[in-house]
């Protein structure tokens, strides 16, 4: 079974431009999940989404971040414009609706902003 | 708000020696607990999880960790390390908020 993919796994760009991550979920997941990681840190959820429905986007910096899952089932999350701050790893995750307590991450992307 | 707490920010042992790394949380309800590990240049892996019932529970590679209500603590055991678990080490907490993680320990094994 493959698991979550997440692309791209590196970007590196200028401050005030912006970037986009993609992940697609394990299949038959509804339930997916964007974090942060800060070097150092545990991550921190930005939005979980319950099938096409963001059901908590309580810390997500609206005025830069955004978004969409459309169809339910891959998504994508926008930075407009990036910061120097928001350097750091991007995660997304996946929880079933027969498990949904349990959380399956992939492997990040790796964001620098100069 | 919950919170969870990792008292070690980077343990080092020898191989064969005995592993604790300690996280308390803070929440008085009813809670979901994990363990999950990254080794380096790998995603996060579940590594246990305890939703009830017994509070020692047995994950993969060796690994137990124990509920302790009263002390609000899940400490992650393993009685002999091997190099190959060089990795860092998340505890999670979900109680009435999503999952919140501690800020990790990093563990580094030597021969």
């Known amino acids: 079974e493959a698991g979550v993919v997440q692309s791209p796994r590196y970007k590196i760009i200028e401050k005030k431009q912006p970037v986009a991550f993609w992940c697609n979920p394990i299949s038959g997941h509804n339930t997916l999940y964007w974090y942060l990681q800060n070097l150092g840190q545990g991550p921190e959820l930005l939005i979980r989404?319950?099938?096409?429905?963001?059901?908590?986007d309580s810390q997500l910096p609206k005025d830069r971040f955004s978004a969409e899952r459309l169809k339910g089932v891959d998504s994508t999350l926008k930075i407009q414009p990036a910061e120097l701050g928001d350097s750091a790893v991007y995660l997304c995750a996946s929880s079933p609706p027969w498990g949904p307590e349990t959380q399956y991450f992939g492997p990040g992307t790796r964001l620098l902003v100069l | 708000a919950q919170s969870v707490s990792q008292h070690n920010h980077h343990v080092i042992l020898s191989e064969a020696a005995s592993l604790e790394l300690g996280c308390n949380y803070s929440?008085?309800?009813?809670?979901?607990l994990f363990w999950y590990v990254q080794y380096p240049g790998q995603h996060l892996q579940l590594l246990l999880k305890?939703?009830?019932?017994?509070?020692l529970v047995k994950g993969i590679k060796g690994f137990e960790a124990e509920f302790i209500k009263s002390k609000f603590s899940f400490n992650l055991r393993k009685p002999s390390v091997q190099w190959s678990d060089t990795a860092e080490y998340f505890c999670?907490?979900?109680?009435?908020?999503?999952?919140?993680f501690g800020k990790g320990t990093r563990l580094s094994v030597i021969a």
């Open positions: 305890y939703f009830s019932g017994d509070p």
């Open positions: 999670a907490v979900k109680g009435n908020t999503p999952l919140v």
């Open positions: 929440y008085g309800g009813t809670v979901n």
């Open positions: 989404y319950e099938n096409e429905e963001a059901v908590d």
